[in-house]
Nanobody, 126 residues
Framework: QVQLVESGGGLVQAGGSLRLSCAAS????????MGWFRQSPGKEREFVAV????????RYADSVKGRFTISRDNAKNTVYLQMNSLKPEDTAIYYC???????????????????WGQGTQVAVSS
């Protein structure tokens, strides 16, 4: 089983940047597409970004496209989410998860993912 631990969250002003990390342990996740999701109080968990196992293909939610960048370092078994031009509406707990394998397309549905981390809080002040 894989364990995922997110880090890098914090409080930042609007327009600022944060870089989230998702460290995997237990086994390599190089065969898994890896995704980031977020959840705000009173809202359902929503898709943010996903990256293929090789890192060559990515997919983003429209709300973060052009501002967020997902990447991975398979040698470190770690996935990243670089968040720029942050907005107050980006405030949420951010989670990473591994897409079930085998996969044929990158998914944005949380039901296609497993091994959720505990999340890291991101707060953006206006």
């Amino acid at each position: 089983q894989v364990q995922l631990v997110e880090s890098g969250g914090g409080l930042v002003q609007a327009g600022g940047s944060l870089r989230l990390s998702c460290a995997a342990s237990g086994r390599s996740v190089s065969s898994n597409a890896m995704g980031w999701f977020r959840q705000s109080p009173g809202k359902e968990r929503e898709f943010v970004a996903v990256i293929s196992g090789s890192g060559g293909t990515t997919r983003y939610a429209d709300s973060v496209k052009g501002r967020f960048t997902i990447s991975r370092d398979n040698a470190k078994n770690t996935v990243y989410l670089q968040m720029n031009s942050l907005k107050p509406e980006d405030t949420a707990i951010y989670y990473c998860a591994a897409q079930r394998i085998p996969y044929y397309t990158l998914s944005s549905r949380d039901t296609d993912f497993h091994s959720w981390g505990q999340g890291t809080q991101v707060a953006v002040s206006s």
